[in-house]
Nanobody, 126 residues
């Protein structure tokens, strides 16, 4: 089981920036598929950004051009969030897995991940 610990959440005004980090308990670079997901109250969990083992990235349309997912060469995943909007308010979760259950679902589908962090809250005020 992989332990994932997120940090970096907080409260910002619209237009501001935050940088989330997720530290894994194992070596993940190019070995694990990893992603950032978010869940707002009363809504389903949504895939925000993901990174493949080959280093390619995926983003949900609503964050393209504003968010950037990256990882270091050991065990840390990050999400740089710029131009934040009130609708970005949610609990943000890091996820990881060594294998993908179904590639047809895509890397932004939460069903493909078995390891999850506890989440970090992001609140954007208007």
């Amino acid at each position: 089981q992989v332990q994932l610990v997120e940090s970096g959440g907080g409260s910002v005004q619209a237009g501001g920036s935050l940088r989330l980090s997720c530290v894994a308990s194992v070596y993940t670079y190019r070995h694990y598929y990893m992603g950032w997901f978010r869940q707002a109250p009363g809504k389903e969990r949504e895939g925000v950004a993901a990174i493949d083992v080959d280093g390619s990235t995926r983003y949900v349309d609503s964050v393209k051009g504003r968010f950037t997912i990256s990882q270091d060469t050991v065990n840390t995943l990050e999400l740089q969030m710029n131009s934040l909007k009130p609708e970005d308010t949610a609990m943000y979760y890091c996820a990881a897995d060594r294998s993908i259950r179904n590639m047809n679902w895509g890397l932004l589908d939460s069903r493909n991940y078995n390891n999850w962090g506890q989440g970090t809250q992001v609140t954007v005020s208007s």
